[in-house]
């Protein structure tokens, strides 16, 4: 390529729309006033001004990527289309996390800032009584942030997914919610659209939003915890897929496995040596009773162990991290994500971050991986955190 002095305008209004487009893909609010994307758009294309931020919206507003609105005050407001943008900005957002032991609500302001939360016990399998529970939480979440009743977008995290086919939930371990119409019974109960998803992908969507994955378009999300979820987060979008699985990974069989690793440990799926009854806790501490008979230690006391010198909790943790390396790589051969996070339990084990990308190269079909391996960066608030970001209904 020949030296080219200066770049011609079209080509740097190309670039400068390319880069609005990223921003808008991973800013938490997927929306932001022309003088605040300017002011971000000065760091990453070189000499831009605010009237050549407007001109570049004005083009993305013909092609109907992005819709302008007028704040209190004047301000102009420029939101994408898609994804986010049916919350209008100011929303207040709630999230809340249903799982099988405990329910948390979280409410964000639009721009991320956390301004309630709140952990409540689930009512043990009785589903009018986590109907109302939900209700309760949202309507004291709106009084105390100040909103009107009825205003606030709602998302809900859950282990499960809603069939596509019939709208009901499958697959939760809250068992009462099985087979129940859960979003039309809490839109019922909420007076308003909701969204609900699958716990891993909330996590990933959170990362993926102003979390360890912000500044990436395509991530993939793992939980390592007693169980092993994931889910894939396009420009700032939940993958939920034709049959809503987008990114289940932990029952697929761990990859490129040696004859000892065959046929694998029976999983509660019906198969055998799927991914989760290799990388989960319990997973870990079965590999480990199984190679040392008699050391029953739970995965976290194996990796203390493993940090102090103990060489059998070592070997453990080296099959570990060996068999994370394969079964990723599986992942970045389909996906090729620019960012793999690790959420659970087990994502809190710091030599993964050094160690995994070392040795998922060998499966990776590329002379190079630049694929990054990054931990959480909202702890255990990242599922609710997610819920609060999916996009209304
Ligand atoms: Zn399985």
Not at 100 to 106: A, W
Not at 157 to 173: D, E, H, I, K, M
Not at 303 to 322: I, K, N, P, S
Request: glycine share 12%.
């Amino acid at each position: 390529m020949p030296d080219e002095p200066t770049q011609p305008p079209s080509s740097q209004h190309e670039t400068l729309i390319g880069a609005i487009r990223r921003y808008l893909a991973t800013h938490p609010a997927a929306a932001d006033t022309v003088e605040g994307i300017a002011g971000w758009a000065v760091g990453a294309v070189a000499s831009v001004t605010a009237d050549e931020v407007r001109t570049a919206l004005t083009h993305m507003e013909a092609r109907g990527e992005v819709a302008k609105r007028h704040e209190l005050g004047g301000a102009e407001v420029f939101a994408r289309t898609d994804a986010l943008a049916d919350v209008p900005v100011g929303t207040l957002r709630i999230g809340i996390d249903l799982g099988g032991s405990k329910t948390e609500i979280i409410a964000l302001d639009s721009d991320g800032r956390q301004r309630l939360r709140r952990r409540e016990p689930t009512p043990r399998e009785d589903y009018d009584a986590i109907l109302a529970l939900v209700a309760t939480l949202v309507a004291d979440a709106e009084s105390e942030c100040g909103v009107a009743p009825g205003t606030a977008s709602v998302g809900i995290g859950t282990p499960g997914s809603v069939s596509r086919a019939t709208g009901l939930l499958r697959g939760s371990n809250s068992v009462c919610l099985n087979g129940m119409p859960v979003k039309r019974d809490l839109e019922a109960r909420l007076h308003r659209t909701i969204a609900i998803a699958n716990d891993a992908n909330c996590f990933v969507l959170s990362e993926a939003t102003d979390g360890a994955a912000r500044d990436a378009s395509v991530v993939f999300g793992v939980i390592l915890g007693t169980g092993v979820g994931g889910g894939v987060v396009v420009n700032g979008r939940v993958i939920e897929g034709r049959n809503g699985i987008g990114g289940e990974w932990g029952h697929n069989p761990l990859p490129w496995p040696t004859d000892d690793e065959r046929p694998g440990a029976p999983c509660f799926c019906g198969q055998h040596g799927c991914i989760e009854t290799w990388l989960s806790g319990p997973g870990l501490a079965r590999d480990h009773q199984a190679s040392f008979p008699g050391d029953a230690a739970p995965a976290h006391e194996i990796v203390v162990r493993a940090g102090q010198g103990d060489a059998a909790c070592e070997a453990t943790l080296a099959r570990y991290e060996e068999r994370l390396a394969r079964a990723l790589a599986h992942v970045i051969n389909i996906v090729d994500p620019d960012v793999v996070v690790l959420g659970g339990g087990l994502s809190n084990v710091e030599r993964w971050y050094h160690s995994v990308p070392r040795l998922w190269s060998r499966w990776v079909f590329s002379d190079r991986v630049d694929t990054r391996l990054v931990r959480h960066a909202h702890g255990d608030s990242s599922g609710v955190r997610g819920a609060a970001w999916l996009p209304s209904g």
